[in-house]
């Protein structure tokens, strides 16, 4: 092999020299009518119409390097999308010619097959950020439901095994960041100075590319479980049951019992299984934003912190130690989680299954009404957990039950770290 092949595999252009890529990149009309007059999204890496900074599935960028670096992933790889249409349409809706309404994803990123079938013919690598499929949700928790009788079999919704039907789509994060900055109230220079100091200047596009106005952040993906009709959601005569849920890998995964994500979680589908059964539909939407999207290790930091402090984990002290040791009580700043409602159409909640206040005022402030909001019953949640719970109601979460004062909180306390 010459030496020249070696040095065409190892050498690399750098992302801030315009002249040398980018240069036939089409221009994205964010908040177009039409896919077509939007254009597409390019974060295909080795594609010259590369469009977007970023690349797709960010999150899982190191992995496809490892792969990439050790000979398993040919560098000139496309996907085939045979077949790999959503199961179901979603959409267009009015929400979707919004440039405002939907900033945080890509609405048309389910189709691209067909929206972009002449740019695809042409060689162009533009890939899907969404995936619609076809799924069944089996969980104790609902068979638990079905033998307690608050829930039944009907063939249907609910399998006679117990399992739920449902139609599921995993939705990859596309920022447009003029809007952006726009809903955090700062400006587009400010976002994307703070994106590139804070990631290690591993974006240099961000403050190099003001051209660029699309970012694929290497942040984890969303995903929608939709109980019953999708078509449903943007029916306003139809009962609309959600749960919108940030992740927890302890409780939701393996069940621990420090907090009520996962009762909380399995309640909301258990409801949206309920409201589908009587004709509504039933909608669940999974963020990944571990620990408050603090992550996994602050959030045992801190849950060492909370139970070694002079006089245990008590209920008055919860957000305090949070803020000890990660500077801030939560980081999900729920302003961009309504965009993922607005994509499916949703005008109205009937029953929100949520007692967050942040994730309400978002979904309002968006132009979403809800109706009725909907606290976790009391016999679901765990006994470790009711330092959380009672400490979230002082703090002004929903509740339509008491609220402890400041005494009463410090008497609410978990088991120590041996028990």
Partial sequence: MDSSHNERKTHIVLTSHPSEIFKDCPPVHWGANTAEGRGPIVASLRDKHRNAIGTHSGSYTLYRALASAAGALPL??????????????????????????IVSMDPWGANVGTYFKAELDKGMDIRPTIAVTKSHLHLPEIREAIEK?????????????????????????????????????????ELRKSLFTETGGMFPELVTRFDLKVFLPPIGSTTVYIVGDPEKLSDDKATLTCRVHDE??????????????RPYLTHGIEEAARTAQEGGVGLIVYFRKEGRALGEVTKFLVYNARKRQVGGDTAD????????????????????MPDVLHWLGVKKIDNMISMSDMKHDA?????????????????????????EMEAKKAAG???????????????????GLKE
């Fill in 76 to 101: 000139d790889h496309k996907p085939d999308l045979t077949n790999t249409e959503p199961t179901d349409v979603i959409g267009p809706f009015e929400s979707w010619f919004d440039s405002t309404k």
């Fill in 363 to 387: 979904i309002v402030k968006s132009g979403i009404k809800i109706i009725k909001r909907v606290p976790i019953p009391a016999e679901l949640i765990p006994a470790d957990a009711q330092v």
């Fill in 397 to 415: 979460y929903f509740t339509d039950g008491a609220v402890m004062d400041a005494a009463s909180l410090a008497g609410v306390k978990g088991r």
């Fill in 317 to 336: 002290k919860y957000f305090y130690r949070t803020e000890c040791v990660a500077g801030v009580q939560d980081m999900r700043f729920q302003e961009l």
């Fill in 149 to 189: 009788g608050r829930l039944k079999a009907d063939g249907k919704i609910i399998k006679e095994g117990g399992e739920i039907s449902v139609t599921k789509a995993a939705i990859e994060p596309v920022w447009y960041l003029p809007e952006i900055a726009a809903r955090f109230g700062t400006n587009e220079a």
């Fill in 248 to 261: 927890c890998n302890g409780s939701d995964v393996f069940g621990s019992d420090i907090c009520t994500c």
